[in-house]
């Protein structure tokens, strides 16, 4: 008597793809949004001026150590940032250029789905002498998903320090 194959395997491994699917894609679009608000004493223009003049960050930023690049949409920039204690290149491209408002550019992991992000800095004048500046990233990839605490308290902290000497340098000019 022969025996008829079980499809039992193949309801399973098709089901096992299907779940391996759908965590892919919950894992990969999990996304996290990072926000650090700072009141500035001074103008829309100065603010604009300090944050687009890449060739003085090494004389004032002490996260962004230098950024090479022309700032126009699409056109790349690299920048160095410290990485916990070392000096780590990265190659991002810039998105928006609105002068006075914001300046924003986007980054890409390596490996597809990894950690992507989007960097904004919106400018938004409060009164006749004080600026807000809003500086945040959205990040996306399945490294949020497993160390959205780890990435919120290592930006948080490098942000609310960028933003502190940005309103040193516009405040002392």
Same mark, same amino acid.
């Given at each position: 008597?022969?025996?008829?194959?079980?499809?039992?395997?193949?309801?399973t491994?098709?089901?096992?793809?299907?779940?391996l699917?759908?965590?892919f894609v919950?894992?990969?679009t999990?996304?996290?949004?990072?926000?650090?608000v700072?009141?500035?004493?001074?103008? =829309?223009? !100065?603010?604009?001026q300090e944050l687009?003049?890449?060739?003085?960050?090494?004389?004032? %930023? *002490? &996260?962004? @150590?230098?950024?090479?690049?022309e700032?126009?949409?699409?056109?790349?920039?690299?920048?160095?940032?410290?990485?916990?204690?070392?000096?780590h290149v990265?190659?991002?491209?810039?998105?928006?250029?609105?002068?006075?408002?914001?300046?924003?550019?986007?980054?890409h992991?390596?490996? =597809?789905? !990894?950690?992507?992000?989007?960097?904004y800095?919106t400018?938004?004048?409060?009164d006749? %002498? *004080? &600026?807000? @500046?809003?500086?945040?990233e959205?990040?996306?990839?399945?490294?949020?998903f497993?160390?959205?605490?780890?990435?919120?308290?290592?930006?948080q902290?490098?942000?609310a320090?960028f933003?502190?000497a940005?309103?040193?340098?516009?405040?002392?000019q």
């Amino acid at each position: 008597m022969e025996k008829k194959p079980r499809k039992l395997p193949v309801v399973t491994f098709f089901l096992l793809i299907c779940l391996l699917g759908f965590g892919f894609v919950i894992v990969s679009t999990t996304q996290a949004t990072l926000t650090t608000v700072t009141l500035i004493e001074g103008t =829309p223009e !100065q603010v604009w001026q300090e944050l687009i003049d890449l060739e003085h960050y090494p004389d004032w %930023n *002490t &996260v962004i @150590l230098e950024a090479k690049g022309e700032l126009k949409p699409d056109a790349e920039l690299k920048i160095t940032i410290i990485r916990g204690d070392e000096p780590h290149v990265e190659t991002v491209t810039v998105r928006n250029v609105t002068p006075n408002r914001e300046l924003s550019w986007e980054e890409h992991s390596f490996l =597809p789905y !990894q950690l992507d992000g989007v960097h904004y800095f919106t400018i938004e004048q409060k009164d006749a %002498n *004080t &600026v807000q @500046l809003t500086h945040w990233e959205t990040f996306t990839g399945f490294t949020v998903f497993f160390q959205r605490d780890q990435l919120a308290s290592d930006y948080q902290e490098k942000f609310a320090k960028f933003n502190e000497a940005l309103k040193k340098r516009v405040e002392e000019q």
